[in-house]
């Protein structure tokens, strides 16, 4: 085990996330689904139909990189498409199977470091903090 007392900040932060994200996706591929899966759906039960460039947006991520987690959702039957009738383009939504596997991903994570000694809700706040510094403004 390597001596993480003297690792900067940034790599600690950087390798847990690594290594969380992996555990978390091996939780999640016995659904199928991914963590980019798992934060779209988070997107759009909690934002509403969109279209996959505002998703992508929202998600932080590129329309392409969109673009593949929403054709492995719809093969799953976690998404549908929606059709607007102002024509600003078809609108992703999340289905019913998409928020009952959304609701299983949210139990994965929560014990993804039960006993670890962790105060979970501490260490949410901490991150979200870091993020809100360090992310663009608006």
Known sequence: MPDLDHWPTPRLLSTAARMAEHAWNERLASMSLTHAGAIALEV??????????????????????????????????????????????????????????????YELERDLITGSGIRVEELREQLAAIIRQLGPAG
């Open 44 to 105: 759009l039960e909690t934002g509403g139909p969109v279209v996959q460039a505002q998703l992508a947006a929202k998600a932080r991520v590129k329309p392409q990189t969109m673009s593949r987690t929403l054709a492995r959702l719809e093969a799953h039957g976690y998404i549908t498409l929606v059709n607007e009738a102002n024509r600003r383009g078809q609108q992703v939504a999340i289905s019913e199977p998409g928020r009952r596997a959304l609701a299983q991903a």
